[in-house]
């Protein structure tokens, strides 16, 4: 365990090393190399003091990045195509391998396996809100997993859930043989310059075909009371975690409680952003914002303690971060969830609700299960 966090420590100077002597990039060039990869959840631990309760161990690393000196990035807003490299130009490489490149095989999932039964995860949320009630927190967020057999290319099911659930993170990372993939709609924190942001979502309705139905949804989401106070909790923490970087007087909240809608669900969706102090790098506020409130719960430290008690098993990539550190300084993490994590033949596909006073047991399990809905269509 010692050994495990001081490996977790080694990587967040790295980072902190690279950020430092980041330089800074065009105008408008938000990624030019550098790294890109997930940081698990768990990575808190060398943040933070969570005792770590029983012998829970994710399938996956606490963190992995490739460094890439060059590559390709696609501009979905201008439709093109750019290469970019830092010393060795391998253009005429790149483009040999996209030729070579061949069909997937289709991708089969087996059973999918809860860890909770209802039953079970609404028995945790009980002694959730007794917590709260008592006064150590004001919402924690619990989660529950499945896992799934599976055989073939997750790169199919890639493709498959940019169809079904287009967001705004969209991802397929491979280490060896574990793989990421998901549609992430939240953004854990941006830095473009010394401009940082990110966008809390808290508060969950369907999203139907019917655009009157959807109409009516949303108004309700918006009026209720216990969707409101967590969403308000969770703007209020944001705040804080960015104000620990940006200068003093800079946080605001340009866009407030707005709803987004997304293929399967509709939330509720307010943007944070201040200006980073002058020497702050991109890891000083990573390491500010992670994790998000918004899978965590208010206090943050304390409710990371009570999901400690709570949960069934380490939560891994769940919860964490995926995106990227750039050599020119910039950063851009999605919050890891609408996930699936696969190692091994198996997948893992996790999801939360958040618990308050007022939350009533089986609508959270009923929350849970939506946010799984996109990924089991696809």
Sequence with gaps: MERRIEACKALLSYLE??????????TGERYSGGLVGYVSYDLVRSLEKIPRVGQKRAALPDAEFGLFEDGIVFDHVKGKLYYFCRDENRIDRVRNLVKESGQESQ???????????QEEFC???GRAKEYIQSGDIFQVVLSRRY????KG???RFYRALRKVNPSPYMYYLKFGDREVVGSSPEMLVRKTGRTVETFPIAGTRPFTSD?????????ELLQDEKERAEHVMLVDLARNDLGRVCDYGTVQVPEFMKVQNYSHVQHIVSRVSGRLQRGAT???????VFPAGTVTGAPKVRAMQIIEELEVGARGPYAGAVGYFSSNGNADFAITIRTLFAQKGYC?????????????????????????AALFTA
């Design 17 to 26: 090393n690279l950020n430092t002597h980041a330089k800074e990039g065009k």
């Design 211 to 219: 655009p009157a139905r959807n109409k009516a949804l949303a108004a």
């Design 107 to 117: 991708v089969v999932f087996g059973e999918p396996k809860s860890n909770l039964s």
């Design 147 to 150: 896992k799934i057999p599976f």
């Design 348 to 372: 893992y596909l996790q999801s939360g609700a958040g618990i308050v006073a007022d939350s009533g047991p089986d609508r959270e399990w009923i929350e849970s299960e939506r946010k799984t």
């Design 123 to 125: 028995e945790r949320v």
């Design 153 to 155: 290319s997750l790169l």
């Design 282 to 288: 991109g890891t000083d506020v990573f390491k500010a």
